[in-house]
């Protein structure tokens, strides 16, 4: 039987009949933008969270980008960022018109190295970008020490984060503000596009609410010049149904993770993920190395099992980014990352018997690459 890399139909499968009655409500309250559902959600997610605020947006980069325009960031300014990332987090950064600054990450957990921070400021920064990648929480403690001592704003790319805990807290409240994604494929998909910010700070929450619907409070009342990005009711009422779910869909992927850690412990050349005591992952991805990726994922493709890149090419070395004129090989983790990771299968719904098939293909093939 083959393994895909991911399956969402499943996700629909399990929980059917609380999507199509939450559809039905929506659909039959006559009101389909910023309603009940989204104030709802936006409710229940803060205290999932636990953060004052959530703001519902319409995706992950908006919510990302947002933030730093609700923060006063853009022309002239600079944003650190992890040069190990999502395109996105960059993206977000140079949509407000800022300069996104790369700091290159901790071999060992993929997230930005805070001893690289102090030499990436220069009188130019107005902020540092984490991202929890893969659902492992960055070591927040120094980067949170480092931005205080240098005035400098701290927000969190939580898009692969939700349910992960630092020192016990979960990510999204461990900074200034968190940007979240509900893309499909996140720990908390929605059926659709969906975003969210949280934060526990009066003042950027109301400016992010405002700037979400067009700089406006009042209907025709423009104060800022704001953007669409608004959560549809629709994604909101499903997302409440998932979010009851989403603490008991993690335990299963920490479980998936556990086993493979288990069984593929020992293998040559293959590195498995190292979690730090203070940081409880929330197993967005299980990220294993190898330095024959490329001949590793060959194996597993043709032994019917779906692996995943994340990502090919660092965002330096991409076309869009071309004009920064990072080139290549001054990045060296990021790239060496970039060509060893390989993501395994992991969610809600792989089998037993589907990640046996998975451990099975990986003893073969790394056996075969010794
Ligand atoms: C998915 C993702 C985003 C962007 O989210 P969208 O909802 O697709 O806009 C940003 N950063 C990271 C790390 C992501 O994985």
């Not at 005035?151 to 939700?162: P, S």
Request: proline fraction near 6%; include cysteine; glycine fraction near 8%.
């Amino acid at each position: 039987m083959p393994v895909p890399f991911l399956e969402l139909l499943p996700a629909y499968q399990e929980l059917r009949s609380e999507l199509d009655a939450a559809y039905h409500r929506v659909m039959d309250s006559g009101r389909y933008l910023l309603g009940g559902e989204v104030e709802a959600f936006e409710h229940e997610y803060s205290a999932w969270c636990g953060t004052r605020h959530c703001i519902g947006v319409a995706n992950g980069l908006d919510a990302l980008h947002l933030i730093l325009r609700a923060m006063d960031i853009g022309i002239g300014d600079e944003v650190i960022v992890p040069s190990n990332t999502y395109i996105a987090s960059w993206l977000a950064v140079s949509y407000a018109g800022a300069t996104p600054v790369p700091v290159e990450p901790d071999e060992q957990t993929f997230n930005l190295a805070p001893t690289l921070l102090e030499a990436a400021i220069t009188p130019r920064t107005k902020a540092i970008m984490v991202v929890h990648l893969y659902g492992r929480p960055t070591d927040m403690n120094p980067v949170m020490q480092i931005a205080s001592r240098y005035g400098l704003r701290v927000l969190e790319d939580n898009a692969q984060g939700h349910g992960a805990r630092y020192k016990g807290v979960r990510t999204g409240a461990l900074s200034h503000a968190a940007g979240h994604s509900f893309y499909p494929g996140k720990n908390l998909g929605a059926f659709g596009d969906g975003g969210a910010v949280t934060t526990d700070d009066d003042q950027l929450a109301d400016r992010i609410r405002v700037l979400r619907n067009y700089g406006s409070r009042l209907k025709y009342q423009n104060e800022v010049k704001g953007i669409n990005s608004r959560l549809d009711e629709i994604q909101a009422a499903w997302l409440r149904v998932k979010l009851r779910h989403l603490d008991e869909w993690n335990e299963r992927r920490s479980r998936v993770a556990q086993r493979y850690t288990q069984s593929l412990a020992d293998l040559p050349h293959l590195m498995l993920p190292q979690t730090h005591p203070d940081a409880a992952p929330a197993w967005h991805l299980y990220v294993v190395r190898h330095p024959r990726r490329t001949a590793l994922q060959t194996r597993l493709t043709e032994a019917g099992v779906g692996t995943m890149i994340h990502y090919p090419v660092p965002p330096h070395l991409s076309e869009a980014y071309a004009e920064a004129g990072i080139a290549a090989g001054s990045l060296p983790v990021a790239e060496k990352l970039a060509e060893t990771v390989l993501s395994l299968p992991n969610g809600p719904h792989l089998t037993p018997e589907a990640q046996d098939e998975v451990i099975q293909a990986l003893h073969s093939a790394c056996q075969e690459l010794a």
